[in-house]
């Protein structure tokens, strides 16, 4: 089955959040990414809202019950109490939990399971318990014993952290080097029987070979680099793109 595509609307509502004005609209683009065949929405709220605001969370959940039931909505964040909370109340498909500390400026490494798995496992057994699919970020560092101390926490997937591969857009060899242990850690989760999900500063170039190389990948992320296309080539047309970068037939 094809790698889905989940479009991250971070990127759109900082844009909106520069003035004290409703566009662009975070629900509007959503609504185009759907229609041009986006699997589902991811967001990652922060406590300070810098971007995906509180409020835009039931907005996008009505969004895909009312108009994109066969979507789903991703809900990606810091495992603290409010967070924990705000995911039950709102009751996306999927919660992808984060390490790292809520002020930072975004996502850049997964978790240590050595040290954290325990603590997880309370936590990912509370939103199974609610119906709810658990991914939990992981450095794709080919690191087998992690990937089997993240099967232990009773997730369903782990998200491979993309973003050094992402950074060797100049650097191919560099990059080819990663993707290999992306691999790895992808090939040492799906044995344990983890899904794989992969994000973060992924691009058209540079997807065809992760999914080349992981072609049991379940699902990407995608925010800043879509984004950016979207503003050359229009949000629909962009989504198109990274659809056949992920090896959709359209």
Request: aromatic share 6%.
């Amino acid at each position: 089955m094809p790698t889905k595509l989940s479009v991250n609307l971070n990127a759109v509502a900082m844009l909106r959040n520069r003035r004290d004005l409703p566009w662009p609209s975070v629900e509007g683009l959503g609504r185009i990414a759907l229609q041009a065949g986006a699997a589902g929405l991811t967001v990652h709220p922060r406590p300070d809202q810098r971007h995906i605001r509180f409020s835009d969370l039931p907005v996008i959940r009505a969004l895909i019950d009312d108009e994109f039931p066969e979507a789903e909505f991703n809900i990606e964040g810091y495992p603290s109490e409010d967070f924990l909370a705000l995911c039950e109340r709102i009751e996306p498909e999927q919660v992808t939990l984060v390490p790292d500390d809520p002020t930072q400026a975004t996502s850049d490494h997964g978790f240590d399971f050595r040290a954290q798995g325990e603590l997880l496992k309370p936590i990912v057994a509370r939103l199974k318990k609610k119906g709810m699919r658990v991914s939990l970020f992981a450095d794709g560092d080919g690191d087998v014993e992690a990937v089997k101390l993240a099967r232990a926490t009773g997730a369903d997937r782990i998200e491979l952290y993309t973003g050094p591969y992402g950074g060797c857009y100049d650097n191919p060899e560099r990059g080819a080097d990663i993707l290999q242990k992306l691999g790895q850690t992808a090939d040492a989760a799906l044995a344990e029987g983890l899904a794989v999900n992969a994000g973060h500063d992924l691009t058209v170039a540079n997807l065809p070979a992760l999914v080349k190389r992981i072609p049991k990948l379940a699902e990407v992320s995608i925010g800043h680099g879509l984004t950016a296309d979207a503003l050359e080539y229009g949000m629909a047309e962009t989504v198109r793109r990274f659809r056949r970068a992920c090896g959709q037939t359209i």
